[in-house]
């Protein structure tokens, strides 16, 4: 498994300073080395998990009960008009 630091950072959709670039190409080598090591485990006897360790919910009850009202809801808005939030457009 070979990866190039530039590979990962187009993967990851994030901007590296050069010096950012420097300091992090040795850290990723090392990550990948030790991906590696883990590759060459045998998995063959041991059943797939979504968890290490079993799971229960405990979730409450989804029973109907008071809401916060129109002005509950807007007190700690930054901003909002006619009854709304006012969010910064983020589609063009």
Same mark, same amino acid.
Request: avoid cysteine; hydrophobic fraction near 40%; proline fraction near 8%.
């Given at each position: 498994?070979?990866?190039?630091? /530039?590979?990962?950072?187009?993967?990851?959709?994030? +901007?590296?300073?050069?010096?950012? *670039? =420097?300091?992090?190409? @040795? =850290?990723?080598?090392?990550?990948? =080395?030790?991906?590696? #090591?883990? !590759? +060459?485990?045998?998995? /063959?006897?041991?059943? @797939?998990?979504?968890?290490?360790? @079993?799971?229960? !919910?405990?979730?409450?009850?989804? *029973? @109907?009960? *008071? /809401?916060?009202? =129109? *002005?509950? %809801?807007?007190? $700690? %808005?930054?901003?909002?008009? $006619?009854?709304?939030?006012?969010?910064? #457009?983020?589609? +063009?």
């Amino acid at each position: 498994m070979e990866m190039d630091l /530039s590979r990962a950072v187009k993967l990851a959709r994030i +901007e590296l300073t050069p010096e950012e *670039e =420097q300091r992090l190409a @040795p =850290q990723l080598g090392e990550v990948l =080395q030790y991906v590696e #090591k883990l !590759n +060459e485990l045998d998995v /063959s006897d041991v059943e @797939p998990t979504a968890h290490a360790t @079993p799971l229960s !919910n405990v979730m409450r009850e989804d *029973e @109907p009960r *008071e /809401s916060l009202s =129109q *002005e509950e %809801a807007l007190r $700690n %808005a930054p901003k909002t008009a $006619n009854g709304l939030f006012v969010v910064p #457009k983020i589609v +063009e």
